[in-house]
Every structure is written in structure tokens, then in C-alpha cells.
């Protein structure tokens, strides 16, 4: 087991803690946060480097799994599914409009996505922003959430159908 | 009494039943994840493409991990293991330092020119022009003027 030195460490933070914080975000709905989970985040996985083995995984497919467990314990402390649904309510302040002569109408578009995937429920949320947004293989989201590869599936395809469904209706 | 309608109960169990739902052909008919993958590239695409702008405005404070920083918290157990009280830090003032200061405190006072009392500026003067000279009070030779000051 190769152990993680501080400036493997600090490239790797370099490198994900963007991702991090997006995956946060689109979980929660709340950009502070998201922040706060993501530096919360690194401080664990620094301080539990010593447990990395890459035998088992890779980087990304631990810090999934810490951050997954982080906005758990998110959710039960803070009940924060129901203020993310309101927070949809109140703006976008998350998601900040690219400029653009159709900014408007991507503007809505990105929104209702937003929103479609924070409708999702609970189990399937989290398959489909690691399958699909953060682009996980079903293996590493099975070891990041762990959960057996068949039941990645099919939430993944639960989750996605589900998708696609709420984008025709909004579409219509 | 329940009034059963046998007409009504057949209907139910002829819908329900495996033949008429046929769950074989609903099957064959829903795509496998692949293709279900492979039929949403837009709405991957958009997604992706939503996930790539949103984390570019991310502003992520500079952090440097530097080796010795606070690591693991200690559990329970590791505490348990340990029963000798830590060291606690040490606390109030050094002799040698108090001896300083009081040094220091006499050499400020010798060497202030405009004591407002003139008598005892003039007893702490010769004490300590006496001391500094290796006369001390243990030898007997007493300085009538500290003693009057005093």
C-alpha cells in the first residue's frame, strides 16, 4: 500500500475539490454548504490517508464515498432534502447563468434540470450523480455507496428513465 | 354479510392474471441500461456540460496539507489505553525570571534622576551602590539612612 504523501495530497486536492464541491451541491441544493462539506471533506480524507489503499479503489471512488456518507450525516443533522427543495424556490443563486445571447431560456433549462434531479428520491439521487454526472463506472459507484453493481443498475436505470420522462414532460 | 359480486371478482382475476399481463413481452420491451444509455446522449450531454460551468465558477480557497498537522482523532479505546495523566503546562513565573525583574526593577529606580522623594530615592541609591560594591546588610554594615527611610 502506497501511502499518500502531502503533495500527492495537495494535487489531488487541487484537482477534485471542484468536483467535490458540484457533487455537494447537487445533493444538497445549498451552495455555503456545499463549501463547508467540501473542505470538511479533504480535512477528513488528510487525516484518514493512512486507510487509501489503491488496491481497492481509486482516489475518486473514496472521496465519492466519504463525501456520499458526509451528506448523510448532512441530511440527518439538518434535514436539509426539504431545504434543498425550497432553495430551488428561492433563486438560483447556486448555479450561476453562463453569458450568452440565450441565456434566458438555458437559463430555465438548466434550472429544471436542477430540479428534476433533486426530485429525485432519495437512493437514486445519489446512482445517478455519480453514474451520470460525475461519469463513475457501476463498479466504483457500488464501492463509493456500498452497494452491490445489480442494485446500481437498477437505480441507475430507474433513476435515468425517471429522467428522461420528467425532461419530456418539461419539454411538451 | 358481504354481498360478493362473482361477476366482478372473475373480471379482477382475469386481468391479474400472469397470461393477460403478459410480463414476458413488457420485458423484451423495455431497453437494457446500455440502450437506455445510449438514447439519452442529449440529456447526458446537457447535464455534463451543466456540471463543467457550474464547477469552473467554483472558487476553492487555496490549501496546502502539510505533514504533522493534527491527525486522527483518538478513540475511546487508544484514550482508555493511557492512564497517566497528561503533563499539565507549567504555570506562573520562573525564580530566575523574578529575580531579573526584581534587578531590573532596582537599576530603573537608581537610575531615575527625578525621584519625588528625594529621602527614599537617595536610601534605595545607597543600598544599592552599597550592594553593588559587595557590602551587603549581612555584614553588619548598616546603612543608618535605609533603615531611617524605612
Known amino acids: 500500500m502506497t501511502r499518500l504523501t502531502a503533495d500527492d495530497f495537495n494535487r489531488l486536492y487541487r484537482e477534485h475539490a471542484r468536483c467535490a464541491q458540484g457533487f455537494f451541491l447537487r445533493m444538497t441544493g445549498d451552495a455555503a454548504l456545499a463549501e463547508d462539506l467540501t473542505q470538511e471533506l479533504f480535512t477528513r480524507l488528510w487525516e484518514s490517508r493512512d486507510s487509501f489503499d489503491e488496491r481497492q479503489g481509486t482516489f475518486t471512488t473514496w472521496m465519492y464515498g466519504v463525501a456520499y456518507n458526509l451528506c448523510k450525516n448532512e441530511?440527518?443533522?439538518?434535514?436539509?432534502?426539504?431545504?434543498?427543495?425550497?432553495?430551488?424556490?428561492s433563486g438560483d443563486r447556486a448555479v450561476i447563468p453562463p453569458a450568452g445571447a440565450d441565456n434566458l431560456e438555458r437559463r430555465d433549462t438548466r434550472r429544471q434540470l436542477a430540479e428534476a434531479v433533486r426530485q429525485l428520491p432519495d437512493?437514486?439521487?445519489?446512482?445517478?450523480?455519480?453514474?451520470?454526472?460525475?461519469?463513475?463506472?457501476?463498479?466504483?459507484?457500488?464501492?463509493?455507496?456500498?452497494?452491490?453493481?445489480?442494485?446500481?443498475?437498477?437505480?441507475?436505470?430507474?433513476?435515468?428513465?425517471?429522467?428522461?420522462?420528467?425532461?419530456?414532460?418539461?419539454?411538451? | 354479510m358481504i354481498i360478493r359480486n362473482k361477476e366482478k371478482?372473475?373480471?379482477?382475476?382475469?386481468?391479474?392474471?400472469?397470461?393477460?399481463?403478459?410480463?414476458?413481452?413488457?420485458?423484451?420491451?423495455?431497453?437494457?441500461?446500455?440502450?437506455?444509455?445510449?438514447?439519452?446522449?442529449?440529456?447526458?450531454?446537457?447535464?455534463?456540460?451543466?456540471?463543467?460551468?457550474?464547477?469552473?465558477?467554483?472558487?476553492?480557497?487555496?490549501?496546502?496539507f502539510v505533514e504533522g498537522e493534527p491527525e486522527e482523532v483518538p478513540t475511546s479505546q487508544q484514550v482508555n489505553k493511557?492512564?497517566?495523566?497528561?503533563?499539565?503546562?507549567?504555570?506562573?513565573?520562573?525564580?530566575?525570571?523574578?529575580?531579573?525583574?526584581?534587578?531590573?526593577?532596582?537599576?530603573?529606580?537608581?537610575?531615575?534622576?527625578?525621584?519625588?522623594?528625594?529621602?527614599?530615592?537617595?536610601?534605595?541609591?545607597?543600598?544599592?551602590?552599597?550592594?553593588?560594591?559587595?557590602?551587603?546588610?549581612?555584614?553588619?554594615?548598616?546603612n543608618m539612612a535605609l533603615l531611617v527611610s524605612m
Do not use: C
Open chain 2, 9 to 64: 371478482d372473475r373480471r379482477e382475476e382475469e386481468a391479474y392474471r400472469p397470461e393477460a399481463l403478459d410480463f414476458r413481452s413488457m420485458e423484451a420491451d423495455a431497453p437494457s441500461l446500455e440502450a437506455l444509455e445510449a438514447g439519452s446522449v442529449d440529456l447526458l450531454a446537457m447535464l455534463r456540460q451543466q456540471r463543467d460551468e457550474e464547477n469552473a465558477q467554483f472558487a476553492v480557497p487555496e490549501r496546502t
Open chain 2, 82 to 142: 493511557s492512564t497517566k495523566p497528561a503533563k499539565l503546562p507549567r504555570r506562573g513565573m520562573s525564580p530566575w525570571w523574578l529575580a531579573a525583574a526584581v534587578m531590573v526593577g532596582f537599576a530603573v529606580g537608581f537610575a531615575m534622576p527625578h525621584a519625588s522623594d528625594k529621602a527614599a530615592h537617595n536610601s534605595v541609591s545607597t543600598f544599592v551602590a552599597d550592594t553593588l560594591h559587595g557590602r551587603s546588610l549581612a555584614t553588619g554594615d548598616v
Open chain 1, 75 to 89: 441530511y440527518h443533522r439538518r434535514e436539509v432534502a426539504e431545504r434543498a427543495l425550497t432553495h430551488i424556490d
Open chain 1, 123 to 172: 437512493g437514486l439521487r445519489e446512482v445517478f450523480l455519480l453514474r451520470y454526472v460525475e461519469e463513475l463506472p457501476i463498479r466504483d459507484v457500488a464501492l463509493a455507496l456500498g452497494i452491490p453493481e445489480g442494485t446500481v443498475k437498477s437505480r441507475a436505470y430507474t433513476a435515468l428513465a425517471t429522467m428522461r420522462e420528467k425532461m419530456k414532460q418539461l419539454n411538451e
